[in-house]
T-cell receptor, first 116, second 115 residues
Framework: KQEVTQIPAALSVPEGENLVLNCSFT??????LQWFRQDPGKGLTSLLL?????REQTSGRLNASLDKSSGRSTLYIAASQPGDSATYLC???????????????FGKGTLLTVNP | EPEVTQTPSHQVTQMGQEVILRCVPI?????FYWYRQILGQKVEFLVS????????KSEIFDDQFSVERPDGSNFTLKIRSTKLEDSAMYFC?????????????FGPGTRLTVL
């Protein structure tokens, strides 16, 4: 059974700092991995999707990497801002969930606080 | 930009009552999902729905749960007899047809509180 773990559970940094969030998964048989942002009491906003054949994806100040064989992904946030404060979730789409299924398996998230 | 919408944003009910959570997926999407997140826990898959039938469900999705697409726009999750442990945030998601790497788009969620 696929398990997704995120470390650290919480992170507090001063504004302007670069930071890395970690995600690991137990079964490397995945189609892709997504990083989401969740604001308190809100829904999930997709940030980046990395296909299993890719090594990294970039969007603005965000860079996500994927090492499928070792079951790891990182989300790098450059020059952090107070508006980046949120919970960041990673989720994998396991292989075998093909066709219409496409269920995602989530980690518990990292609560990021960026202090002004 | 098109988005998934959910109503109500917060539902409070008594244990044993039936609730219906409503979702309007993005209009050209064909695959629909329900997830839930118990406070402080992971987001968990409940059920996926395509072509007017359930394509996969988790062990959480027992006989108390059902889903329906009653018309061309709504997608509903019904809980027949709510339990205290059903209290959670329920998220609807949808995705377009085809493609291994199409993203799921999530709604803002409905917070269900069972008293």
């Amino acid at each position: 059974k696929q398990e997704v773990t995120q470390i650290p559970a919480a992170l507090s940094v001063p504004e302007g700092e670069n930071l890395v969030l970690n995600c690991s998964f137990t079964d490397s048989a995945i189609y892709n991995l997504q990083w989401f942002r969740q604001d308190p009491g809100k829904g999930l906003t997709s940030l980046l999707l990395i296909q299993s054949s890719q090594r990294e994806q970039t969007s603005g100040r965000l860079n996500a990497s994927l090492d499928k064989s070792s079951g790891r992904s990182t989300l790098y946030i450059a020059a952090s801002q107070p508006g980046d404060s949120a919970t960041y979730l990673c989720a994998v789409r396991p292989q075998g969930s093909g066709g219409s299924n496409y269920k995602l398996t989530f980690g518990k998230g990292t609560l990021l606080t960026v202090n002004p | 930009e098109p988005e998934v919408t959910q109503t109500p944003s917060h539902q409070v009910t008594q244990m044993g009552q039936e609730v219906i959570l409503r979702c309007v997926p993005i209009s050209n999407h064909l695959y629909f999902y329900w997830y839930r997140q118990i406070l402080g826990q992971k987001v968990e898959f409940l059920v996926s729905f395509y072509n007017n039938e359930i394509s996969e469900k988790s062990e959480i999705f027992d006989d108390q749960f059902s889903v329906e697409r009653p018309d061309g726009s709504n997608f509903t999750l019904k809980i027949r007899s709510t339990k205290l442990e059903d209290s959670a945030m329920y998220f609807c998601a949808s995705r377009p047809q085809g493609g291994l790497h199409n993203e799921q788009f999530f709604g803002p969620g409905t917070r269900l509180t069972v008293l």
